[in-house]
């Protein structure tokens, strides 16, 4: 499967952004087990963001909880990822990712943004 995400760049703390990741094969099918959003900030390892499963059950890094919101579009095969009162430490390289249950781990090649003043 290939990954592809979009919605990179500069906002300002408190700003809002909106990520989106479009997959090239169905996000819905049987063997999905989630799709998610990780990050890695310069100089540190990649964390978990967040995670939606096939059913819609969603899950949140506690450092993003109340601020960002996982959601899908099946029919689009698209993952997006909402984000609200941006924090500077929320500037990282964002990166999409699908699991399946037979053990396929797929990633994206990430999107950087910035949140600055």
């Known amino acids: 499967v290939q990954l592809q995400a979009f919605g990179g760049g500069l906002v300002q703390p408190g700003g809002s952004l909106r990520l989106s990741c479009v997959a090239s094969r169905s996000i819905f099918a049987d063997d999905i087990m989630f799709m998610a959003w990780y990050r890695q900030a310069q100089g540190k390892t990649r964390e978990l963001v967040a995670t939606?499963?096939?059913?819609?059950?969603?899950n949140y890094a506690n450092s993003v909880k109340g601020r960002f919101t996982i959601d899908k579009d099946n029919a689009k095969n698209t993952v997006y990822l909402q984000m609200n009162n941006l924090k500077p430490e929320d500037t990282a390289d964002y990166y999409c990712?699908?699991?399946?249950?037979?053990?396929?781990?797929?990633w994206g090649e990430g999107t950087q943004f910035t949140v600055s003043s």
């Open positions: 939606i499963t096939r059913g819609g059950s969603r």
């Open positions: 990712n699908q699991r399946t249950f037979g053990g396929e781990n797929s």
